[in-house]
């Protein structure tokens, strides 16, 4: 009861106290007896509600002391339960989708992607990549046999990364943190920071087993991992292999960069050139060639007798290294000859051409070695229509790759000619292009010095140094215009470079200046996932030739080139890597390509640019043969033979800027992520992009294609003359007028449809059907296909969906005449040829 509350006495008890009150007042002496007898009963009374006050207090206390006891019973009982499971966590059985070496288990078929193999050279073979992807990086320890200066830390990887050979990659594995420190190599922190860590661990086991439980969809895609900005890997100098340690090959230098005397800067003919343009070779074919002597070297040195032999390109046949090794080609500084033998593992499980041809062996559908540029003629035109993007992409790949053997051959005819096959070169020029990674070094950076410690070389700064190498991104290419000394190199980059790419990928890469380290972070990744990086922004054209595979996800851009009457020399989408002409040949810049060349090989190479520009001259007036806005054809003479004329010399030069005829759609699946299997197309993030084609570019070149004289306010001509005389950058038209709009959407509708034609005629050859087997050459050619055809078809679709919707008023016509079938003959456009 509480302190307000009253007792409430029985009426007649209450009606009698009051009567007995009443009387008092008037009674005598007799009647006092009585009132003594009703106050007994009001203390009786207040002793009861005293009583009964102290009885309910204490029913509450008892009710609440209950309470708190069954909570300390249950909150002592949970947190026992709970301790129990995170010390046993460790041990429990895996939760289905993951088994415990981080294998992906497919729940539907039970199928698990596991390191089985066929025979006991797939046997050796993994255990060679297993090894590899335990130990090369995650155990290395500086030694004293290289030199060490700034480049003292050692390799690192996170304990709960696993190798896994099959795929040959890492995946996050759940591998006791405390039990892998010695193995990875781990320092100790501080007690908190360790309980701390190893508790997350166990406690993201747990979490995993309660979505497997609650939720069906859980299966494979668990909590357990590496959560963001934690590190991954790191890979120290050492165990990098750059493009400039093989330019600083004095066997390079003297070989095919014609330097016989670094020191006083002696520099002969004898520099590698492209046999056709007399291009400077890239760096990449270097480090390839700097890369097979490193081989070569580790080979003979190495007490295995099996790694002694080397198979013939041409008859496949067991040559004796012995054979193929003379001093020369072996003649490796002491560095160089240490660093051998600490690469031979990673040199060992770089791909060789017979790894990249071979055919799959069951248990497994596919060779993951497969590449396009090793491709023969056949098969590529089997799985592209010529001249689409892509084939081009591989066509000039190949091209580069024969025609800087036939270079290195014709300056080395002893050495590199005897000891390297076409298909030896083939292959590490591959490896090259698809493992190498960027770096950016200077004068103060510590790998671009540590090559150099035992040469003379590091008197002069980095950026003089390799103005004396003579190649297509170094030398006279260099780029002066920038303001720091910054260089821009490539390297190759052990385990790095076995994680797949992705443009969203779950770690990122960068290059570590101050411990002359690559090191790799993470970005939040699940466990049993692979870690995926990215290597660029790539098409899926391009991210296919030169990488050899797609992520089959839509995640990556889509483009195609709408030279579809015309074959663009010059810049052919490598960069300044190869070229069909001399480079600076369209800009007229000869300095870039005539330093250092003899003049007795420039008479056919000049010979050779000329004739190839006289024929794409020829094929530039198809473009001009529809005569859009004139009901009749133009003929020679008059101010509209003017401006085609005018048109003709703009266009010429359009014709290789390669950019400005490339239409690229953005992907159709942007938010797409890697997922745990590498070998499906993974469902996360399926939206597709609202779609926003690229085609600015083309517009532009179509509106000066349609342009006629009274465009422009009428003044057409004096706007195309006075662009030719105060600048070379190729003309860009902005929208002028509903009538040449229309024109110039026809004109992208009927390049849209000629870009189209070829596959149209491929799919009636080979049919449209998706193949079965994805990752696959015939799934992936089919992906890429379709998906450029999906560009083409929508550009076609927005062209005439904008000419309906600017279609010619009703009652007038000028302006909006356009030929939608045929065109004029190309004979009234040829005397445009002896105009220019």
């Not at 070229?579 to 870039?592: L, N, T």
Request: glycine share 6%; aromatic share 8%.
């Amino acid at each position: 009861l509480s302190s307000k509350e009253t007792i409430v006495l029985p009426s007649p008890i209450y009606n009698k106290m009051a009567k007995n009150k009443g009387k008092s007042k008037y009674k005598g002496r007799g009647e006092e007896a009585n009132d003594k007898d009703t106050t007994i009963a009001a203390a009786k009374q207040s002793a009861l509600k005293r009583t009964l006050k102290k009885s309910q207090h204490n029913h509450v206390a008892s009710k609440s002391s209950i309470t708190y006891r069954q909570f300390l019973v249950l909150f002592l009982t949970t947190a026992s339960i709970l301790g129990l499971l995170l010390c046993i966590a460790p041990f429990f059985f895996l939760p289905p989708g993951i088994d415990d070496a981080g294998n992906v288990q497919n729940h539907v078929t039970n199928d698990v992607f596991t390191e089985s193999a066929s025979s006991d050279a797939d046997h050796e073979s993994w255990n060679q990549t297993r090894e590899f992807l335990d130990t090369f990086v995650c155990h290395y320890k500086p030694s004293s046999t290289l030199p060490l200066i700034g480049v003292e830390k050692g390799g690192y990887c996170h304990p709960n990364l696993v190798a896994i050979p099959a795929e040959r990659t890492q995946r996050i594995s759940r591998k006791l943190l405390s039990t892998s420190n010695a193995k990875h190599g781990l320092s100790s922190s501080s007690l908190y920071a360790r309980l701390s860590e190893e508790l997350s661990f166990r406690w993201g086991i747990l979490s995993d087993w309660w979505l497997a439980i609650t939720q069906d969809d859980a299966i494979g895609q668990h909590t357990t991992g590496i959560p963001p900005r934690k590190l991954i890997m790191r890979l120290p100098r050492p165990l990098q292999v750059w493009d400039l340690d093989a330019l600083r090959d004095r066997f390079i230098q003297s070989e095919f960069l014609g330097i016989s005397d670094f020191d006083n800067g002696t520099v002969s003919n004898r520099v590698a050139r492209h046999k056709d343009t007399q291009n400077a070779l890239d760096s990449g074919a270097f480090l390839a060639v700097h890369l097979l002597r490193l081989l070569h070297e580790a080979q003979i040195s190495n007490d295995d007798p099996d790694d002694k032999c080397q198979a013939d390109g041409d008859n496949g046949e067991c040559r004796g290294n012995s054979d193929l090794i003379n001093p020369r080609w072996r003649t490796l500084d002491q560095q160089q000859q240490d660093r051998s033998k600490l690469l031979l593992p990673y040199l060992k499980i770089l791909p060789t051409y017979f790894d990249r041809v071979a055919k799959a062996r069951p248990p497994h559908p596919l060779n993951p070695h497969d590449h396009p540029l090793t491709w023969d003629q056949s098969t590529l035109k089997s799985l592209f229509p010529e001249y689409t993007h892509t084939y081009d992409l591989i066509q000039h790949y190949r091209q580069m790759i024969q025609s800087e053997y036939e270079a290195l051959k014709l300056k080395s005819p002893n050495e590199f000619s005897n000891n390297v096959e076409f298909t030896d070169y083939l292959a590490m020029r591959i490896n090259v292009l698809s493992r190498a990674f960027g770096v950016s070094a200077s004068d103060n950076e510590s790998g671009a010095q540590w090559s150099a410690i035992n040469t003379p070389k590091d008197q002069f700064s980095l950026k003089t140094e390799m103005r004396s190498y003579i190649t297509s991104n170094f030398g006279v290419s260099l780029d002066d215009s920038r303001q720091s000394e910054d260089v821009k190199l490539r390297s190759m980059c052990p385990l790095l470079d076995m994680y797949n790419s992705h443009p969203n990928p779950n770690a990122s890469w960068r290059y570590d200046s101050r411990t002359s380290s690559y090191v790799v972070h993470s970005k939040g990744i699940k466990q049993g996932y692979p870690v995926v990086v990215s290597y660029g922004k790539y098409t899926e054209g391009h991210l296919f030739a030169k990488y050899g595979y797609v992520n089959g996800d839509g995640s990556s851009p889509t483009e195609v080139n709408l030279a579809v009457f015309h074959r663009i020399l010059g810049d052919v989408g490598l960069g300044q890597q190869y070229s069909q002409v001399p480079i600076g040949w369209f800009a007229r810049d000869h300095k870039r390509f005539l330093e250092g060349v003899d003049n007795t090989d420039m008479s056919g190479t000049i010979h050779a640019a000329v004739k190839a520009t006289q024929i794409q001259r020829e094929l530039l007036l198809r473009y001009l043969v529809f005569d859009d806005g004139y009901e009749d054809c133009v003929e020679a003479g008059g101010t509209d033979w003017e401006l085609k004329l005018l048109k003709f010399q703009h266009l010429l030069r359009l014709a290789n800027s390669r950019e400005d005829w490339i239409v690229r759609l953005p992907a159709k699946h942007p938010d797409a992520r890697p997922g745990p299997n590498l070998l499906a197309i993974n469902s996360e993030g399926d939206i597709e992009n609202a779609v926003g084609i690229d085609a600015k570019r083309i517009l532009s070149i179509c509106r000066l294609l349609s342009l006629t004289a009274d465009d422009l306010d009428g003044n057409a001509i004096e706007f195309l003359s006075g662009k030719l005389n105060t600048t070379l950058k190729p003309i860009k038209l902005k929208r002028h007028g509903d009538a040449l709009e229309y024109r110039a959407m026809m004109c992208v509708a009927r390049l849209s449809t000629a870009g189209l034609n070829p596959y149209e005629v491929f799919a009636k050859k080979h049919g449209i059907e998706e193949p079965n087997q994805f990752g696959s050459r015939e799934w992936t050619a089919w992906y890429i296909r379709k998906g450029e055809v999906r560009v083409l078809q929508i550009l076609r679709r927005t062209a005439m969906q904008q000419m309906e919707e600017l279609k010619k008023p009703s009652g007038s016509s000028k302006g909006f005449i356009v030929r939608e079938t045929g065109a004029c003959p190309v004979e009234k456009s040829t005397p445009l040829l002896d105009q220019l």
